[in-house]
């Protein structure tokens, strides 16, 4: 199984970017579905955007389009999320996830329950 370790999380001024970065080491395959997920405190765990490794076909919860951007490095096993724009709203810890291994692309809700393979998570807090 993947396991998933991220990284560049940390503090920016809103308006700001940070790209943040999806490790995978383990069983790396192309059928698998990528996703990111964030939680800030009292909320519950909500679904950022999704990569089918295979083909590269992606998606976005609403709140994000048009200021983030997932993409991989299948050669590096690794998940990018470029974060653009950044509001306060997007303050949150940030988790990576990785589906079992499928030939059904990446479902068009970006559900947790999709998902069965988690990195610990990594903090962004975007100040006003």
């Known amino acids: 199984q993947p396991q998933l370790v991220e990284s560049g999380g940390g503090s920016v001024q809103a308006g700001g970017s940070l790209k943040l970065s999806c490790q995978m080491s383990?069983?790396?395959?192309?059928?698998?579905?990528m996703g990111w997920f964030r939680q800030a405190p009292g909320k519950e765990r909500e679904g950022v955007s999704s990569?089918?490794?295979?083909?590269?076909?992606?998606r976005y919860a609403d709140s994000v389009k048009g200021r983030f951007t997932i993409s991989q490095y299948y050669a590096a096993k690794t998940v990018y999320l470029q974060m653009n724009n950044l509001k306060p709203e997007d303050t949150a810890m940030y988790y990576c996830?990785?589906?079992?291994?499928?030939?059904?692309?990446?479902?068009?809700?970006?559900?947790?329950?999709?998902?069965?393979?988690w990195g610990q998570g990594i903090q962004v807090t975007v100040s006003s």
């Open positions: 383990g069983y790396v395959t192309t059928g698998r579905c």
């Open positions: 996830a990785a589906s079992r291994v499928t030939n059904s692309g990446c479902s068009y809700s970006i559900l947790s329950s999709a998902f069965d393979y």
């Open positions: 990569i089918y490794i295979n083909n590269g076909s992606t």
